[in-house]
């Protein structure tokens, strides 16, 4: 599976405004990112630890630091806290019984149909969308989480680095100007770099995998799962691999060998216990998630598809939820409005529900209703940093300041990176008069937006304005979180 991403010299994305709906239209280079991992992390890191010496956990801790801010600088992020708690929720259990580790972990979900995960030193580990969208059941989710955790637990990519070899950066470049161009010259491009120079360090990688594959079955069984989430997960990526067709060269596969994996993974499931064997999936949660994150980010077609497929299920208030959602997205009005009237009636009491045809009646026109409905899901679940993102909005739309900078505030703290909640809060802090605070948070709004010269109007404003000694230090951490991102503008 993919491990790492370095897009040097690409076009940066914005930060997602999740709260706003539409995702942004996505770079080219996604398909490619676990090869784009493989080639920095087996040319250009090695040539640096030939040179500087032993890849220590202090370099570790460092490329993984960087690298996080790399991928949350260019790549669209999904920031739903519905979506983002559920794959961190699995990152913690699976890691709750692994032995100790010098770092804890970070978890992301980017915003792209591949069927894939990869993991990063210092404990970053990212999922896919279309890897939540592809899995049957939580188990086998987890299966590919477990499997990332174990390529970071083993040092798999620390040691590549240091037994690396040396080779011409010209490679690397050629490698990243075929994946940046897209189309048949830069796979050309992209396949001649790789034969010349990589093919004899792909050994490495394949007894990587083994090996996270041994170690994540026993995570994942630790953990509580079902073990056959991990054979069920490889059955998924090697149908995926198979429709892909034989175009794709053999050493490009970001899974390799992976229809011997499963048949390697369902001869160790037959020696477990027969308890093991047998042990049912739990997929409550993994289907709301599912849900919202097909209405939200799937492809339009298919996920209205299942949705109508499912109507007729268990799954039918789950899914009148989702055509509500999806039909929202593409601005069916009418027909979303019923969706999330008949959604309402099968259970008034789902929060999530509840949360989202708030959403809806707020964001389409019937502000009164959202507000509403916001104010009642919020009641059910205060937690819920959507509903008090847009129950936020409605009381600023009503003149109360005040209670919209503390409901903001709190959305603030579970999603400190997302450019809409600063811009918001910028706003109200205006109207309240509060005006190094309006000011910095719309630096940070711009920051999170890769927009250098909005980051430098409103950062200059601020500091200008800053005048306790607590203004002051609010400003200096806004600089050096300023000078980390700008690295990779």
């Known amino acids: 599976m993919g491990h790492c991403l370095i897009p040097s010299g690409s076009r940066p994305v914005s930060s997602p405004r999740l709260f ?113 969208l592809a899995m049957r059941h939580e188990s086998e989710l987890a299966a590919v989480i477990a499997h990332e955790l174990a390529h970071i637990t083993q040092r798999h990519i620390g040691r590549r680095i240091e037994q690396g070899q040396i080779v011409s950066l010209l490679s690397l470049l050629g490698a990243l100007a075929g994946a940046f161009i897209g189309g048949e010259g830069g796979a ?148 979303a409005a019923t969706a999330f009237q008949e959604a309402l009636a099968c259970d008034p009491q789902d929060e999530l529900i509840v949360r989202e045809a708030g959403r809806f009646h707020y964001t389409k026109g019937n502000r009164n209703m959202g507000a509403s409905l916001l104010q009642q899901a919020v009641s059910m679940n205060n937690k819920d940093i959507m509903a008090l993102f847009f129950y936020a909005r409605s009381l600023g739309d009503a003149g109360k300041n005040r209670q919209a900078i503390d409901y903001t505030l709190e959305v603030l703290r579970a999603v400190p990176e997302d450019s809409e909640v600063h811009t918001l809060l910028a706003r109200y802090y205006g109207a309240d008069g509060q005006m190094f605070n309006a000011n910095l948070h719309m630096a940070y709004g711009a920051l999170y937006e890769n927009n250098r010269k909005r980051v430098e109007q409103f950062f200059s404003k601020a500091k200008e304005l800053a005048k306790t000694p607590d203004e002051k230090a609010r400003a200096e951490r806004f600089a050096t979180e300023y000078t980390d991102r700008q690295e990779f503008w």
């Open 188 to 335: 050309a491009a992209m396949t001649g770099a790789v034969a010349a120079g990589q093919a004899a360090l792909l050994s490495y990688s394949r007894a990587d995998e083994a090996e996270a594959d041994q170690v994540g079955m026993n995570y994942l069984t630790e953990a509580g799962y079902p073990p056959r989430g991990m054979v069920g997960a490889f059955e998924v990526i090697g149908r995926r691999q198979w429709l892909m067709g034989s175009t794709v060269p053999p050493y490009l596969s970001t899974h390799p060998g992976v229809l011997d994996r499963v048949q390697d993974m369902g001869i160790r499931l037959k020696r477990l216990p027969a308890a093991l064997q047998d042990k049912k999936d739990s997929d409550t949660q993994f289907l709301r998630v599912q849900a919202l994150t097909r209405a939200r980010y799937g492809t339009p077609q298919s996920a209205a598809q299942i949705f109508s497929q499912q109507t007729a299920t268990s799954n039918r208030c789950m899914a009148l939820m989702g055509q509500g959602i999806l039909n929202a997205r593409l601005n069916r009005v009418n027909e």
């Open 20 to 132: 706003s709906g539409l995702s942004a239209s996505l770079p080219r280079i996604f398909p490619l990112i676990p090869l784009i991992c493989f080639l920095f992390l087996t040319v250009l890191l090695p040539a640096q630890a030939a040179i500087f010496g032993a890849f220590t956990l202090k370099d570790e801790l460092e490329l993984g630091r960087k690298f996080n801010i790399l991928v949350r600088t260019r790549m669209p992020l999904v920031q739903d806290p519905e979506v983002v708690d559920y794959v961190a929720g699995i990152v913690a259990r699976l890691t709750k019984n692994i032995p100790p580790q010098p770092y804890s972990f970070t978890t992301g979900v980017i915003r792209h149909n591949a069927v894939n995960a990869f993991a990063c030193p210092g404990g970053y580990i990212f999922v896919h969308t279309g890897l939540i």
